[in-house]
């Protein structure tokens, strides 16, 4: 059996041009459709005689501010709270059943769940349509 490397080497380049060249279309005609379809109204090209000759720009209302927690309550005083709540939970469960809370201690790794601010930017900017 004797293979034809002229024909076997036309097949691979012919293939190679009409498999770019569509992906080259198909980029144009995405490129297109989001330019058409992502377009803003256009503003009225005729100012108003009452408005101003500049365009202000449109205001942006300011993010409410974030709630502040005031710190009063000292170490005891959240044991006891913690406590309290345990022991309603207990008493309703298991009633009569001793238990003891050995240590109040606060989650580590807390901070490394959180995305960093960058992470979010990046994947937010991957994600916005064209």
């Known amino acids: 059996m004797s293979i034809d490397w002229g024909l076997a080497a036309n097949v691979v380049f012919s293939g190679l041009i009409i498999v770019f060249t569509v992906l080259l279309l198909l980029i ?13 109204p256009s503003a009225p090209s005729k100012p108003d005689s009452g408005s101003p000759s500049t365009p202000s720009a449109p205001s942006i209302p300011a993010p409410p501010a974030p709630p502040t927690v005031q710190d009063t309550a000292s170490g005891n005083e959240v044991v006891a709270v913690i406590a309290a709540a345990v022991n309603a939970y207990m008493e309703e469960d298991a009633p009569g059943t001793p238990y003891r809370i050995s240590s109040i201690a606060p989650r580590a790794g807390r901070a490394k ?7 979010f930017a990046g994947m937010r900017q991957n994600t916005e349509p064209f």
């Open 28 to 40: 144009l005609l995405v490129t297109i459709m989001g330019k058409i379809l992502g377009s803003k």
């Open 113 to 119: 769940e959180l995305r960093p601010a960058w992470g």
